[in-house]
């Protein structure tokens, strides 16, 4: 049993936050919360006052193979990936380099409050296969899978049909479901890198194994272009819906340049969206049309994105979510930006367990500062998303078991 005393911040819908001055946390042995209610004279582990504890945040587009690319401002997006991207990920073929990374990947998650992340893994099976070993030792709870590629990319990144979905499906046996907290997912990487024969080998594995899959979609204008030309498909949408890529566990990045009908279609499949603003405006790939997503009540998540995006930490990318709505010209409320990045986020990932800080709900936490005068349901999702001075949260908790401390020397692993 572990007893926390703090400010609670925490989504109950879309357009509801519920924020308590001062409650206890109380979290079981199985690391699920069991009670939130007022201090009543019980005994507590720590008194976090006057930081706010919130829901883990939810990352749900970013690349592992990428850390050490953040910042790297060569875009548009084709010029990016061969001058600066595909390079990086070739060297994810030597173990050491994955192991060192993996490490730092799972340590900038911690650290940033994310608890859960729907991740693009490195094409090489091995590295792959690292990274979970590495999610698995920081206790954190994770999407992941190897990028598929064979087509239209340096030769060494490319792996055929023929030994990248065997691989998958051995990652599949090994991780699908360890601990309850990590799932393998199937990743075209998107549509210029893929054969026809990959996106359909892949859109068969994730419903006969009923995996998520996920893949970059619409996000440049050159690329829509290459690849309508390269399938000889009237759109985007229609590769993918081919491959019976879209369906209700599919989850599409960027989405930034779809028509009218291609929403339609998205949103009748039960697809769900990653925005992913702060990488759409570092590589000058555009706006996400949020209007479009709201009007089909289509399931919105977002990604750092990382490396296109700037940032590991999850309230940054709300706050550049923001920026996007207004650039639009349909405005969002922050208890929204903050549906988006916890519960919201969760549930178009497909975890019902997580993203709120109710009774039953597993204790993914963080504990970050808030100024005093943020201290009412108005003020207190504005702070928390767009004080960008505001240091990185004192402590991140999964399940109850604290995976970085601030203070207390940074990570327990
Ligand atoms: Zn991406």
Not at 194 to 214: D, F, I, K, P
Not at 305 to 318: C, E, H, K, S
Not at 368 to 393: I, K, T, Y
Request: aromatic fraction near 8%.
């Amino acid at each position: 049993m572990l007893v926390l005393r703090a400010r609670v911040l925490s989504p109950i819908d879309p357009n509801t936050v519920r924020f308590l001055d001062d409650a206890l946390v109380v979290i079981g042995g199985t690391g699920r919360i069991v009670d939130v209610r007022p201090p009543d004279g019980t005994p507590v582990d720590a008194d976090l006052r006057p930081g706010v504890l919130t829901p883990g945040f939810v990352d749900a587009h970013l690349h592992y193979p990428q850390v050490r690319k953040v910042g790297a401002a060569t875009g548009p997006l084709l010029d990016w990936l061969e001058g600066e991207i595909f390079p990086e990920e070739a060297r994810f073929a030597d173990p050491e380099h994955a192991r060192h990374i993996a490490e730092v990947f799972c340590r900038s998650l911690a650290a940033a409050g994310t608890t859960l992340a729907l991740v693009y893994g490195s094409v090489h099976p091995e590295a792959t296969d690292i990274l979970f070993q590495a999610l698995d030792r920081a206790g954190l709870r994770a999407i992941a899978g190897p990028v598929l590629m064979d087509e239209h990319c340096p030769e060494v990144l490319q792996l055929p049909p023929d030994q990248a979905l065997p691989a998958l499906e051995a990652l599949a046996d090994r991780w699908h479901g360890h601990d309850g907290r990590l799932q393998v997912a199937v990743i075209p990487r998107f549509a210029l890198s893929c054969s026809e024969a990959m996106l359909a080998g892949a859109g068969r594995l994730s419903r006969e194994r009923g995996l998520l899959a996920t893949a970059h979609l619409a996000e440049n204008p050159e690329e829509c272009a290459l690849a309508r030309d390269r399938f000889g498909t009237p759109d985007y949408l229609t590769i993918y819906e081919q491959a019976g890529l879209v369906h209700d566990r599919s989850v599409f990045a960027h989405c930034v340049h779809l028509s009218d009908s291609e929403w339609d279609r998205f949103a009748a499949a039960g697809a769900r969206v990653a925005h992913c603003p702060d990488s759409n405006f570092f590589l000058g790939s555009g706006h996400m049309p949020v209007e479009q997503v709201e009007r089909r009540k289509i399931p919105l998540c977002v990604g750092t994105d990382v490396a296109a995006g700037r940032t590991f930490r999850v309230p940054r990318i709300l706050s550049s979510a923001y920026d996007n709505a207004v650039a639009v010209g349909t405005p969002v409320d922050p208890r929204r930006l903050l549906w988006w990045g916890t519960r919201g986020g969760a549930l178009a990932l497909g975890e019902t367990r997580v993203g709120s800080i109710e009774r039953g709900m597993s204790a993914d936490l963080v504990w970050s500062d808030l100024p005093e005068w943020g201290d009412n349901v108005d003020c207190a999702p504005a702070w928390l998303l767009f004080d960008h001075d505001a240091p990185r949260p004192h402590r991140t908790w999964v399940r109850g078991r604290v995976v970085w401390d601030r203070e207390g020397g940074g990570y327990p692993w």
